[in-house]
């Protein structure tokens, strides 16, 4: 399957914009996933939007809502904060540049790769390219996508553009409270030269592909033996079995008979609410019944 681009826009230097497109630049597909199984059943789990009292509720009902004191929210429709207009939702501009080292590891989040968008784009594109490769250093930005404005980081990368999101100052904790205990003693001299001679020994280029997910390889391994193990449970699902959440149905209908004998308490007597109430218990009963079946 061909990559998605993750956002579309314009890189811009001072007066120069080069379209480009953005891909993440890590996958997840390498690792080992699961899926919640029901034994008893052997159906998928599924996670549905609930309201307590209310149960499954439609998209379209949900708002954001903001605590602006305990337990008091302000209810925001969410095309409201989609109408929020940011330049950096269609351009990246590259306000600033530093020396890469003057970064800290810290702030470092996530690496997508910045392609140019057709050949037309391309010259621009390694002009800043080979610029940044040369003064050795990185652009800083910022970018909105998926709801959140980022800062940003670009630099080379082999024959393109690497953009790492960075955290912003606040985001970082302070780590003085968690250091502070410890003593500020040098190390003995002694221990200090063992450490550096193996660090010495130990010293080489980096090369990623040294280094394996042992845990994995082992969840692979784990499967592997299980799928040949004839003791191994098996189960059969489908999605589209047309239980369209019928294990709801009783959930479903408890909150409208609520919502209809709150209605009719209104405007009959209690002798006739009273009667309501039995039918209601019995037709969850029969829900219930019906369920179980």
């Not at 120069?16 to 630049?25: C, D, F, H, N």
Request: proline fraction near 4%; aromatic fraction near 6%; glycine fraction near 6%.
């Amino acid at each position: 399957m061909a990559a998605r681009p993750v956002w579309k826009g314009q890189l811009r230097l001072s007066l120069v914009s080069i379209p480009v497109e953005m891909y993440s630049a890590t996958k997840t597909g390498a690792r080992v996933s699961f899926r919640q199984i029901h034994e008893p059943s052997g159906k998928p789990v599924r996670y549905q939007k609930t309201v307590p009292g209310v149960g499954p509720v439609d998209a379209g009902d949900i708002m954001k809502g903001y605590e602006y004191e305990k337990d008091q929210y302000l209810l925001i429709d969410p095309d409201d904060v989609d109408e929020i207009k940011l330049e950096t939702k269609k351009t990246l501009e590259l306000i600033q540049f530093v020396d890469a080292c003057e970064i800290s590891p810290l702030y470092f989040n996530k690496p997508y790769y910045l392609v140019p968008t057709d050949d037309l784009a391309e010259d621009a594109y390694r002009v800043v390219r080979d610029a940044l490769r040369s003064t050795k250093m990185v652009g800083l930005g910022q970018v909105t996508m998926r709801g959140k404005e980022y800062l940003a980081a670009v630099k080379p990368c082999g024959d393109g553009l690497l953009l790492e999101t960075l955290h912003y100052a606040e985001e970082i904790r302070d780590a003085d409270p968690l250091f502070s205990e410890i003593e500020d003693d040098t190390a003995d001299d002694e221990l200090l030269e063992v450490a550096k001679s193996l660090i010495e020994r130990k010293t080489g280029p980096f090369k990623a592909d040294a280094f394996k997910d042992n845990y994995s390889i082992a969840l692979k391994d784990l499967i592997d033996r299980k799928t040949k193990s004839k003791s191994t449970k098996r189960v059969q699902t489908d999605d589209s079995d047309g239980d369209s959440g019928s294990g709801d149905n009783v959930i479903d209908l408890m909150a409208a008979l609520k919502q209809s004998l709150a209605k009719a308490d209104g405007k009959s007597s209690g002798k006739s609410s009273s009667k309501s109430g039995k039918a209601a218990a019995k037709t969850s009963k029969s829900a219930a019944k019906k369920k179980s079946a």
